[in-house]
């Protein structure tokens, strides 16, 4: 039970994490607009926030190691 909301979790952040890339590196992203419903809209916006948040933790995680470098 646990193990399958762990990986559940995990693969809606990893999701969400990619989407927040796309959106940075191709300006697409996902139309929230569209959604009728004003309460699953906002939810679905953090939702994306999450992975935008990952992504940015991530990006300051490797900045700071000594394991990967920028390179032009």
């Known amino acids: 039970m646990w193990g399958k909301l ?3 979790t995990a ?4 999701i969400s994490t990619v989407l927040a890339g796309i959106k940075r590196n191709t300006g697409l992203q996902p139309s929230i607009s569209k959604i ?3 309460e699953v809209r906002i939810y679905v916006q953090k939702y ?3 992975g935008e948040w990952v992504l940015d ?3 300051v ?3 700071n190691s000594n ?4 390179r032009s």
Request: aromatic share 22%; hydrophobic share 45%; no cysteine.
């Open 36 to 38: 009728d419903n004003e």
């Open 11 to 14: 693969d809606a952040i990893l």
């Open 67 to 70: 394991y990967f470098e920028r």
């Open 48 to 50: 994306l926030n999450v």
């Open 6 to 8: 762990f990986h559940y």
């Open 57 to 59: 933790s991530s990006i």
């Open 61 to 63: 995680f490797m900045n």
